[in-house]
């Protein structure tokens, strides 16, 4: 038996660019638009994330527009 879950998480902040979301899933990365605000760490968390759901069979995927929001 298989189960078919989507989640999506949508917010509505400053958003990201594209070259922003090639990086997004990279081992600590830090995007430009994330240098805008005081941050501390660089992140393991997307990145081991996306590895888990991809082993398991499933997708990660990224929609975003500057100045309007992301959703995952």
Not at 6 to 25: C, N, P, V, Y
Not at 43 to 48: A, K, N, P, R, V
């Amino acid at each position: 038996m298989y189960v078919n879950l989507q989640i999506s998480i949508i917010d509505t902040g400053i958003g990201m660019s594209e070259e922003g979301l090639k990086q997004m899933f990279s081992n600590f990365g830090k995007l430009e638009e994330s240098k805008k605000r005081n941050t501390t760490g660089t992140g393991l968390g997307l990145s081991i994330c996306k590895k888990i759901i991809e082993k398991m069979g499933g997708s990660v995927e990224v929609f975003s527009e500057i100045g309007v929001g992301t959703e995952f």
